[in-house]
């Protein structure tokens, strides 16, 4: 769902013919996904928002359709499995939202670490 959810937006948010790319990487203790793209990217001032409930970025060009509620939705899968999610404007142009899991649940990131990553 969480992996669905990034595609979905990065589709809505990029001009149709942009690159989106899936990759997933594994280190000793957790799995790395990320999808990026090489759309407009995220303005800073949304940055800090983006996974909250309803929070809709605004940018230029028409308002793609939904309720905001994405984002929120992935974080929420994320950290119910001691995970951490977050989204960076690339510096070659583009977002990239990222989310780690670790592979043993006993080594899952306390919330408190992952708030404040």
Known sequence: QVLSNL?????KYTPRGSRIEVTARKTDDVIEVAVAD??????PAAL???FDPFFRASGPGPRPSGTGVGLAVARGLVEAHGGRI????RREGGARFAFVLPLDPAEAIPQAQAQAS
Request: net charge negative; glycine share 12%.
């Open 7 to 11: 595609i979905e937006n990065a589709v």
């Open 86 to 89: 977050w989204a960076e404007n």
């Open 38 to 43: 090489d759309g407009p990217g995220i303005p």
């Open 48 to 50: 800090p928002r983006l």
